[in-house]
């Protein structure tokens, strides 16, 4: 990855982006989206994603600005849209995969081999060998049995042992400790298990947790990781070289203190290791959940006094199943598109406690409740904004509403300061 800040205009003509429909767009984009011609009456009635590629770009600038010697690979589960994938791979990102399909999608974009991580601690050993037979030679583990077959199936894998990070509760939104890495008594046996299979232990990974509240929590982290390579080297065992600091960032205010953290965390505990040292992280959100903006229609109504009840055309089945898994915070942004052409955004309009549904027959697809809204009418849009991350990746087809059929088009407003 080079320092020098990458145009939102080289992109375009980056393999897997050329010849695609690019919208450039004004600050407000997407009122100017909407209604400009660019969209069919038929298309505006289905939900559909914009990708903004001018946000992407300044996220990548940001955390090459930011965080320059630590190369991200991207955790491809957070989002595979085809076109945002290879944006990143044109904006020179690595990629973090889990399982035989992601890994194809990212080396059908023409990646190399070696710009992957198999950060999936338990593989099925059918993915296992699909990895080795493509040359993907680095993968996580924090299992005896996973030693066992990775030794078995591709024995010139190169390990990272992920590590549980202790952490308080409340750290992360989303914790994954109760599922991921060793605890400290492990280290020694995995290490010991890995050697005897004659498997190289290259480093340490760990995830602190996604939606990180709590920065600090990267320190720990990463002295812990070192106290795993000092015991790799009193057990006499290769030099590590990698260490993994995860993912869990967002892309706020925040990120520059978490940088900062970061960054003397591993001046601290890698100083006598570095120059030698490789230091890679795994951001899934911080990359994906402000380049999209969702819009969904508004496909129907119900008036119950002086309660508004909309229903639109996504919902947690689909791809709002983040209010379940994520416990994410949704903005509902009025479009009133049909109902008020001259003042589609409904500035100053009056507002009525509202209440939104999903299209689907679960009383649960709530989407919105007790929120204010303006008077909408149905074939409206709700917009909702930072729509990218655990979002369409997880959606379903729940009672024939396919989440897989919701279209992305690609635009570009100006690079917001970041
Ligand atoms: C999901 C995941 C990530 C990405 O996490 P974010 O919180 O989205 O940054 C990174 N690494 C692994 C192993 C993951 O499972």
């Not at 009122?31 to 505006?44: A, R």
Request: aromatic fraction near 8%; charge should be neutral.
């Amino acid at each position: 990855m080079g320092s020098d800040p990458i145009s939102v205009h080289a992109l375009i003509n980056a393999p897997g982006l050329k010849g695609k429909t690019v919208t450039s767009l004004s600050r407000d984009g997407l009122e100017d989206f909407v209604m400009s011609k660019n969209l069919k009456t038929q298309e505006l009635e289905e939900p559909f994603f914009l990708l903004d590629l001018g946000t992407l770009v300044s996220l990548m600038n940001k955390w090459t600005r930011s965080l320059p010697s630590i190369q991200p690979f991207y955790a491809v589960k957070c989002n595979p849209n085809p076109a945002f994938l290879s944006a990143l791979a044109a904006l020179g990102a690595s990629f973090d995969c889990a399982s035989k399909a992601e890994i194809e999608a990212i080396l059908a974009l023409r990646v190399s081999a070696d710009r992957i991580v198999f950060a999936n601690t338990c593989k099925a050993n059918a993915h296992i060998r699909y990895a080795a037979s493509v040359g993907v030679n680095l993968a996580t583990f924090d299992s005896i049995e996973e030693v066992e077959k990775i030794g078995r199936w591709h024995p010139k894998c190169a390990l990272l042992l992920r590590i549980k990070p202790l952490l308080d509760d409340g750290v992360a939104r989303l914790p994954l400790g109760a599922k991921f890495g060793a605890l400290p008594e492990e280290v020694v046996p995995l290490l010991q298990a890995a050697r005897a299979a004659r498997l190289y232990v290259a480093g340490v990974s760990f995830h602190v947790g996604s939606v990180v509240l709590d920065s600090t929590a990267y320190r720990g982290a990463i002295a812990a990781a070192r106290a795993v390579f000092d015991t790799a080297t009193e057990l006499g065992m290769a030099k590590m070289n990698i260490l993994d600091i995860g993912g869990g960032f967002t892309a706020g205010s925040q990120f520059d203190e978490t940088a900062a953290i970061i960054k003397a965390a591993v001046n601290t505990y890698f100083d006598s290791e570095l120059p030698g040292l490789r230091v890679i992280a795994e951001p899934g959100r911080f990359f994906a959940e402000t380049s999209f903006t969702l819009a969904a229609n508004i496909i129907g109504k119900r008036v119950r006094g002086t309660l508004r009840e909309y229903w639109i055309n996504d919902g947690i089945y689909g791809s709002m199943n983040c209010i379940i898994h994520h416990n994410a915070p949704l903005t509902a942004i009025p479009f009133a598109r049909t109902s008020n052409s001259v003042n589609p955004t409904c500035r100053e309009a009056q507002t009525y406690i509202s209440t939104v549904f999903g299209p689907t027959c679960d009383p649960l697809d709530t989407v919105l409740r007790e929120c204010q809204l303006p008077e909408m009418q149905v074939n409206d849009l709700l917009v909702f904004p930072n729509m990218g991350a655990y979002t369409a990746a997880s959606g379903s087809s729940f009672n024939g509403f396919k989440t897989s059929a919701i279209a992305t088009h690609l635009v570009i407003t100006p690079a917001i300061a970041n």
